[in-house]
């Protein structure tokens, strides 16, 4: 017997709420992956995401998540050996420097605190002491922190210096402002489960020319995720491997409906939502993790936890008396901060909603704002 499940109301930063068109094209039965109706579907899918990452490359479709993709962007780019200044404000930036550290790269780490920004003047120094350094790794959106860096700024003093960049735009890339080709991005990469509003499963990829370039040098082992082999399958209307059909089947109707709102909206939508998650977390007398609110997130907002409340109980009752469901702190922050997701499907009702709950959750667990 099945069930007939509602959907929570997920303020997590992904996998976020699917519409119900998206998974009802989801449920689509399965026809040949190598046959006309399935090209179709990469053929769009692919050309449209080309909008969102403006740029006149191929976007790749991987059937991953998005740490697949990440792995692809390092393993097509680099050889062991060669030197990266790998910028990290948070676990998401630590898990790039590990994937290019586990093939065999020399890591100049460049840590930040978490919950500041990077700034180009640090990369700029960093590149002049060290001119053998190949490439810059870095994320865009720090979803563990809720901060986004200056990364358009970051990519002219790359430029400055002529070196790789290779970028995690996970909970970024069709959520707010990213110019892959304006701003000389090398190598960047999303993923399904984020701002396009579809279930966990693909990661979409691109390379620049530079990128291409370095493609054809890197000796680090690939295969599954060799960019080239997809590059050339995708020329065909098909993949290399079987592919994660029903989310592609989600992609092709996610990306009409972003196409339909526009993305100049889409960008006004999620800064809104930002805003408004930010002054009401402040209203109830809660700290953002974020310390400059310029480069707080307009995909993910990282509350401290107040002294005296538990992360854990907080969540539980907001899930549990509300059905809506926070995210909590990553790695060292676990346990001090929450996290509320507001990107891909969200609109002003469902922000009030969650700072309504919250509210009254906080005063529940005793909380005097
Ligand atoms: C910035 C960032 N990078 C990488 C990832 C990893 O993606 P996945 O969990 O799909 O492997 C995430 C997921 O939350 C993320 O937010």
């Known amino acids: 017997m099945t069930q007939q499940k509602t959907q929570v109301n997920l303020r997590i930063p992904g996998p976020t709420p699917v519409p119900e068109d998206i998974l009802a094209a989801v449920?689509?039965?399965?026809?040949?992956?190598?046959?006309?109706?399935?090209?179709?579907?990469?053929?769009?899918?692919?050309?449209k995401l080309k909008d969102f990452f403006v740029t006149g490359q191929d976007v790749m479709i991987l059937s991953c998540s998005g740490t697949g993709g990440l792995e692809a962007a390092v393993v097509n780019t680099l050889s062991?050996?060669?030197?990266?200044?790998?910028?990290?404000?948070?676990?998401?930036?630590?898990r790039l420097t590990t994937i290019?550290?586990?093939?065999?790269?020399?890591?100049?780490?460049?840590?930040?605190?978490?919950?500041?920004?990077?700034?180009g003047d640090d990369v700029r120094k960093a590149l002049k002491n060290a001119p053998d350094i190949k490439?810059?790794?870095?994320?865009?959106?720090?979803?563990?922190?809720?901060?986004?860096?200056?990364?358009?700024?970051?990519?002219?003093?790359?430029r400055e210096f002529d070196k790789l960049l290779i970028v995690d735009a996970v909970s970024s890339l069709g959520a707010i402002p990213f110019e892959m080709d304006a701003w000389g991005i090398d190598c960047v990469v999303t993923g399904s489960q984020k701002g396009w509003m579809v279930p966990p499963g693909l990661a979409f990829a691109s390379l620049s020319e530079r990128g291409w370039k370095a493609y054809e040098q890197a000796k680090m082992p690939r295969f599954y995720f060799d960019l080239g082999t997809h590059r050339d399958a995708q020329a065909k209307g098909q993949t290399p491997f079987t592919p994660a059909m029903p989310i592609f089947f989600g992609l092709d109707i996610a990306l009409e409906r972003m196409a339909l709102e526009g993305m100049e909206a889409i960008f006004t939508r999620h800064k809104k939502m930002g805003a408004m998650t930010r002054e009401g977390v402040k209203r109830l007398g809660?700290?953002?993790?974020?310390?400059?609110?310029h480069f707080a997130s307009d995909t993910v907002t990282a509350?401290?936890?107040?002294?005296?409340?538990?992360?854990?109980?907080?969540?539980?009752?907001?899930?549990?008396?509300?059905?809506?469901?926070?995210?909590?702190?990553?790695?060292?922050?676990?346990?001090?901060?929450?996290?509320?997701?507001?990107?891909?499907?969200?609109?002003?009702?469902?922000?009030?909603?969650?700072?309504?709950?919250?509210?009254?959750?906080?005063?529940?667990?005793?909380?005097?704002?």
């Open 27 to 47: 449920a689509h039965p399965m026809v040949n992956h190598r046959g006309k109706e399935f090209a179709g579907v990469i053929n769009r899918t692919s050309e």
């Open 286 to 293: 809660l700290e953002l993790l974020c310390q400059d609110e």
């Open 135 to 158: 490439a810059v790794l870095i994320t865009h959106n720090e979803t563990s922190t809720g901060v986004t860096n200056p990364l358009a700024q970051i990519a002219e003093v790359v």
């Open 80 to 94: 062991p050996g060669d030197k990266v200044l790998a910028v990290s404000i948070g676990a998401f930036g630590d």
């Open 303 to 369: 509350v401290k936890c107040p002294e005296g409340i538990d992360v854990g109980k907080l969540r539980g009752m907001m899930e549990d008396d509300y059905n809506i469901v926070l995210a909590g702190g990553q790695g060292k922050l676990t346990g001090k901060i929450f996290r509320i997701g507001h990107l891909g499907l969200v609109h002003e009702d469902d922000i009030r909603e969650t700072i309504n709950a919250l509210g009254e959750t906080l005063t529940k667990l005793g909380h005097k704002s």
């Open 100 to 119: 290019a550290e586990t093939y065999g790269a020399e890591i100049v780490a460049m840590p930040y605190e978490w919950g500041q920004a990077a700034h």
